[in-house]
């Protein structure tokens, strides 16, 4: 019969918070740039010296490339009012994502960023496509 145990997961602190507070999982520690504002007693893995493990899920609106700028425009001032709406705020933190809403250059720039990062991690951990 299986232990029904979990060594070990990375995943979403709201998703884990109920099972933490009940004490069915401790938190080692969290693979964001900074500590949770919903768990902020777990310290992230760069404070334990793992300065270059940071790893978060993240969200983003998007467009077809082709997408006339006056329309991604028109969308992105709407997102970031949207965004920067205290309740909507406070929604998203008590769900676990940080809100970090930027104009399209620098969402562009951060995906960028993201598959540089993730495709060296691939490259050297050998994963190939089944």
Known sequence: ???RRLDATLTEISTALP???????????????????????????????????IASGWYGFMAPGASPQSIVGRLEAKVIRVLADPEVKQTLVVQGPEVNAGVAAESGKFIDEEKRKWGEVIRAAGLKEE
């Open 1 to 3: 019969m299986p232990s």
């Open 19 to 53: 099972h933490i507070q009940s004490g069915q999982l401790r938190v080692l520690a969290v693979a964001s740039g900074a500590r949770s504002p919903i768990y902020p007693e777990a310290a992230t893995l760069r404070e334990q010296g793992l300065s270059n493990v």
